[in-house]
């Protein structure tokens, strides 16, 4: 098992931190380009919103595939092969010729996007030691959140030069690059135990899994979570692209680096986890996330990006701690218990723009803001009872 701070975990840190950026700048370039492509083909925000929530669909689709995949047939050339075929589609879409066209190579995208997120953290449970999993994983979702930064700011900036072919060629170069720096740095793994691949047992894992609630509250917590948090930076684009903001694509895409609050909240996320119980963590990182929120109903540009930051790392803290729950507590076939956190996780991406669609409607952003307390009441509920588990794994037993 490779120790924490070692020569190897860090090399191995490091690929998988890679190959999570690049997977979140193939996912979320498109973002701040969407009021314009709204205007563009002149659909609506639901309609356009759905580039987004497409991709998050398909990717929560593939990990049902990816996760029990791994379990028998390895993780690295699942990861090498689907990073290597997201940068193409990236290409592709720089040619799309209609919207519909662009909606079919998201949805594919997104599938093949999925094959990372999938086995990444089951890679790190068969490779590394406890102490350095907690570790490993704060740094890889923190990658999430730079990767995320990145296809935004990336995705704004070359559309503003040469409009959305620009923005997805240069997300698809920057891949291609990326894939080979990754081939090369990611170790084969050595603690690794093939199961053969049974689809009776694979959905019997699966199933357990969801049978067990300590799992199950973690892969609600999360999903819902991201639900709001995702959604809320669509919505939050419409917003300040109108007046009195007026913000141009490159602007927006600047927006996006409020998610470095997120970046630090998971990386000091095991950290915080090592001194404090890690369900009274996500507990404060949900408060965190409704507080963001207050702070974003402000007129003022400078205190809707405080409250996007203070969003982004109440939610990441949640997030990378819910996280490592799961691969703490799965009785077996981490693959596929990783694999359904993250599927509740971009289900719940996908699902948002229907949930928040009719409170913007009602109210524009106060209405969004409404919609999110609402499903964030109920994460909170979530984590309290994630906090009186771990009080009473931690009573001895009286024989």
Same mark, same amino acid.
């Given at each position: 098992?490779?120790?924490?701070?070692?020569?190897?975990?860090?090399?191995?840190?490091?690929?998988?931190?890679?190959?999570?950026?690049?997977?979140?700048?193939?996912?979320?370039?498109?973002?701040?380009?969407?009021?314009?492509?709204?205007?563009?083909?002149?659909?609506?925000?639901?309609?356009?919103?759905?580039?987004?929530?497409?991709?998050?669909?398909?990717?929560?689709?593939?990990?049902?595939?990816?996760?029990?995949?791994?379990?028998?047939?390895?993780?690295?050339?699942?990861?090498?092969?689907?990073?290597?075929?997201?940068g193409?589609?990236?290409?592709?879409?720089?040619?799309?010729?209609?919207?519909?066209?662009?909606l079919?190579?998201?949805?594919m995208?997104?599938?093949v996007?999925?094959?990372?997120?999938?086995?990444?953290i089951?890679w790190?449970?068969?490779?590394?030691?406890?102490?350095?999993?907690?570790?490993?994983?704060?740094?890889?979702i923190?990658?999430?959140?730079?990767?995320?930064?990145?296809?935004?700011?990336?995705?704004?900036?070359?559309?503003?030069?040469?409009g959305?072919?620009?923005?997805?060629?240069?997300?698809?170069?920057?891949?291609?690059?990326g894939?080979?720096?990754?081939?090369?740095?990611?170790?084969?793994?050595?603690?690794?135990?093939p199961?053969?691949?049974? +689809?009776r047992? @694979?959905?019997?894992d699966?199933? &357990?899994? =969801?049978?067990?609630? *300590?799992? %199950?509250?973690?892969?609600?917590? $999360?999903?819902?979570?991201?639900?709001?948090?995702?959604?809320?930076?669509?919505?939050?684009t419409?917003?300040?692209?109108?007046?009195?903001?007026?913000?141009?694509?490159?602007?927006?895409?600047?927006?996006?680096?409020?998610?470095?609050?997120?970046?630090?909240?998971?990386?000091?996320?095991?950290?915080?986890?090592?001194?404090?119980?890690?369900?009274?963590?996500?507990?404060?990182?949900?408060?965190?996330?409704? +507080?963001?929120? @207050?702070?974003?109903?402000?007129? &003022?540009? =400078?205190?809707?990006? *405080?409250? %996007?930051?203070?969003?982004?790392? $109440?939610?990441?803290?949640?997030?990378?701690?819910?996280?490592s729950?799961?691969?703490?507590?799965?009785?077996?076939?981490?693959?596929?218990?990783?694999?359904?956190?993250?599927?509740?996780?971009?289900?719940?991406?996908?699902?948002?723009?229907?949930?928040?669609?009719?409170?913007?409607?009602?109210?524009?952003?106060?209405?969004?803001?409404?919609g999110?307390?609402?499903?964030?009441?109920?994460?909170?509920?979530?984590?309290?009872?994630?906090?009186?588990f771990?009080?009473?794994?931690a009573?001895?037993?009286v024989?």
């Amino acid at each position: 098992m490779i120790e924490a701070k070692t020569r190897a975990w860090w090399r191995a840190t490091l690929a998988l931190c890679l190959g999570s950026f690049l997977v979140f700048i193939n996912l979320y370039a498109p973002q701040p380009l969407l009021p314009g492509l709204k205007e563009a083909y002149q659909v609506s925000t639901l309609g356009v919103s759905l580039l987004m929530s497409v991709s998050t669909l398909s990717l929560a689709i593939a990990l049902l595939v990816f996760g029990p995949l791994s379990d028998a047939i390895g993780r690295e050339g699942i990861m090498r092969i689907t990073l290597l075929l997201a940068g193409g589609c990236s290409i592709a879409l720089a040619f799309a010729p209609t919207f519909e066209s662009l909606l079919f190579l998201r949805l594919m995208q997104g599938f093949v996007l999925g094959g990372l997120p999938a086995v990444a953290i089951a890679w790190m449970g068969d490779e590394f030691e406890k102490p350095a999993l907690l570790s490993a994983v704060g740094l890889y979702i923190g990658a999430n959140s730079l990767g995320g930064i990145s296809g935004r700011i990336v995705g704004g900036g070359a559309a503003e030069i040469g409009g959305p072919t620009a923005a997805f060629l240069a997300v698809g170069i920057m891949t291609l690059i990326g894939c080979g720096v990754f081939w090369r740095l990611l170790p084969n793994s050595r603690a690794f135990t093939p199961q053969r691949f049974e +689809l009776r047992k @694979a959905a019997s894992d699966l199933a &357990s899994h =969801l049978r067990n609630p *300590v799992l %199950l509250a973690a892969y609600c917590l $999360g999903g819902i979570n991201f639900l709001i948090f995702i959604n809320q930076y669509s919505y939050i684009t419409f917003r300040l692209a109108a007046a009195p903001y007026q913000l141009a694509a490159s602007g927006l895409g600047l927006i996006f680096l409020t998610y470095l609050g997120g970046t630090f909240g998971s990386m000091i996320s095991g950290r915080l986890a090592g001194r404090f119980s890690p369900a009274a963590c996500m507990m404060v990182g949900v408060v965190i996330l409704m +507080l963001g929120t @207050a702070i974003t109903l402000a007129d &003022s540009l =400078l205190l809707i990006i *405080v409250g %996007l930051t203070v969003n982004a790392f $109440g939610f990441f803290l949640a997030h990378s701690l819910a996280s490592s729950w799961v691969g703490r507590y799965a009785q077996g076939a981490r693959g596929s218990a990783s694999a359904l956190y993250l599927v509740f996780y971009y289900l719940g991406a996908s699902l948002g723009g229907f949930w928040l669609e009719p409170f913007w409607r009602w109210a524009g952003w106060a209405g969004v803001s409404v919609g999110s307390w609402l499903l964030l009441s109920i994460t909170l509920l979530i984590a309290c009872g994630l906090c009186r588990f771990e009080r009473r794994q931690a009573k001895p037993v009286v024989s």
